[in-house]
């Protein structure tokens, strides 16, 4: 199995930064994407970032040129840069940690950090 933690995330004001970080550990040859989701109370869980070994990065499109994803050499360790931040921006942010294939994609989850955005 694969276990994920993510750390990072907290309080703050609108325009400001924060900086989450995730962990994979475990049988990590069983991933090749790692990325952040999150989940706004009253709301489904949506997409934010990720990141696929050899091919690049992607996001929402309400984060794009805001927050940046970027992993480190070791491979196993992602990180989410997060700029000019929103009150919309508010929610629990979810590492997920994926081996995506050709017929669909086994997925890891942490138990996600509260990022809260006041105005």
């Known amino acids: 199995q694969v276990q994920v933690v993510e750390s990072g995330g907290g309080l703050v004001q609108a325009g400001g930064s924060l900086r989450l970080s995730c962990t994979a550990s475990?049988?990590?040859?069983?991933?090749?994407?790692m990325g952040w989701y999150r989940q706004a109370p009253g709301k489904e869980r949506e997409f934010v970032a990720d990141v696929t070994f050899g091919e690049g990065t992607k996001y929402e499109h309400s984060v794009q040129g805001r927050f940046t994803i970027s992993m480190d050499s070791s491979l196993n360790t992602v990180h989410l840069q997060m700029n000019s931040l929103k009150p919309e921006d508010t929610a629990v942010y979810y590492c997920?940690?994926?081996?995506?294939?050709?017929?669909?994609?086994?997925?890891?989850w942490g138990l996600g950090t509260q990022v809260t955005v006041s105005s």
């Open positions: 997920n940690a994926a081996k995506v294939t050709g017929w669909g994609r086994n997925d890891y």
């Open positions: 475990g049988k990590i040859f069983n991933i090749n994407t």
